[in-house]
Each structure stands twice: as structure tokens, then as C-alpha cells.
């Protein structure tokens, strides 16, 4: 499903922001933090950085479409690194363009492979329903990651919202209902299938692409 954003939707956000890395043309592919491997990796900093207004544009719309699915939470988290302005926009849109007032945010820090929160933080969390947003949905292990930290802490996740689904669509995530502005999956290859006829196979370069 492709939600436009004014003129810009988020392929060609992401497309104007060079945040497509192809690694055909760098000589590379990128491993993720569910350990797939992919020649494509998307870089939705690049996008906050390049183009700050139509990272804000693609939020808006983002949130427009949580709000009109009438899902409900009192805090929203953004994943580290790419989730945080978006988290921040999130929450500046929500309470400018809707009823339900200014929301608190709080920032999944990442921890090397794992995130956590930090310990003042905690209290916001405690006995919350909370919106975990991303740029990125790839297998959903940082976000499965970030989810697990919210019981700990007394708090709820209710939904995951992102800009892009590059992985199979869903509607769920454990527990959480999935929205996505955009889906269109992108191939990825477990270790084993990239060292059997992938670009491991190659010798290609492997780098750490994002979340
Ligand atoms: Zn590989």
C-alpha cells in the first residue's frame, strides 16, 4: 500500500535522499541486526539529514494514519538511530494537528547488538501505552529487542509504526499491530544462503547496514 505524501512518497523520499545504497555500485552488501544479509540497505538518516522537511512530511502522514486507525497509547519510543526524529516529529505533529495533546518520547538507546532506556526514563515508561516508531522495518529484530525492555519497565507496546516495510508485510509483531507507510520487500539472504550463492560467496565486502 502507498500512502502519498504531497508529491513525495517515501520511495522517492528515500530515492532524493541517495539513502538507497545499492551495493552493486559500491562494491559491498550490508548484514543487519537479524543477521540477514541484503545488497540493498536504507539509510532513513540520510533522509532526516538531506531533506528535514520531508522527513517531517513522511511523520505527518505517518501519524495521520496511526491516528486514524484509532490506536491508542499515552508515549511513543523511537529506535535508535533512525526511530528518534521521527519519534520527536511524531509527537510535535500529534499535538498541533489532533486532540490528544503533547505525548512524552523516550529514546530506545542502542547498547551494542541490544537497547535499553535510560534509568530516568523508566518512570515515564511505568504502566504505559506506548507507540514504538522506526524508519526501517527489516525482520523486526530491533524492534522485538526494544519491545522486550517495555514489560521490564511496567510499560505496554501497543503498535509499531514505520516509514518503510522492507520485509514480508505484516499486520503484527508479537503483540503489536504493524503500520507501515510504504511496503515493498527487499530481497535479503540468511548467512548460509549468502555463503552458498550469494555475495559472500564473491568475497563481496559485508558492512553493518542499520537496524
Ligand atoms: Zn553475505
Redesign the pocket.
Known amino acids: 500500500m502507498i500512502f502519498e505524501v504531497g508529491r513525495v512518497n517515501v520511495r522517492e523520499a528515500f530515492h532524493d535522499a541517495s539513502a538507497i545504497h545499492d551495493g552493486k555500485k559500491r562494491g559491498e552488501?550490508y548484514?543487519f541486526a537479524s543477521g540477514l544479509?541484503s545488497m540493498v540497505f536504507l539509510d532513513g538518516e540520510n533522509v532526516h539529514e538531506i531533506s528535514p522537511t520531508v522527513s517531517s512530511g513522511l511523520t505527518r502522514r505517518l501519524m495521520e494514519t496511526v491516528d486514524d486507525r484509532g490506536i491508542s497509547f499515552d508515549l511513543i519510543v523511537g529506535v535508535a538511530n533512525g526511530g528518534i526524529v521521527i519519534a520527536h516529529d511524531f509527537s510535535k505533529h500529534l499535538a498541533t494537528m489532533t486532540e490528544r495533546g503533547v505525548l512524552p518520547v523516550v529514546t530506545a538507546q542502542k547498547n551494542g547488538t541490544g537497547h535499553y532506556i535510560r534509568r530516568v526514563a523508566l518512570d515515564l515508561v511505568m504502566s504505559k501505552d506506548v507507540l514504538i516508531v522506526d524508519d526501517i522495518l527489516t525482520a523486526g529484530t530491533s524492534v522485538r529487542r526494544t519491545a522486550q525492555v517495555y514489560p521490564q519497565a511496567g510499560g505496554n507496546p501497543i503498535a509499531l509504526a514505520v516509514w518503510w516495510n522492507r520485509g514480508k508485510p505484516i499486520s503484527k509483531l508479537e503483540d503489536m499491530e504493524v503500520i507501515a507507510l510504504y511496503e515493498e520487500e527487499l530481497p535479503t539472504?540468511t548467512?548460509e544462503e549468502?555463503?552458498e550463492r550469494?555475495?559472500?560467496s564473491r568475497k563481496?565486502k559485508?558492512v553493518h547496514g542499520g537496524g
Open positions: 552488501h548484514l544479509h539472504l548467512r549468502c555463503a550469494g555475495p559472500c563481496v559485508l
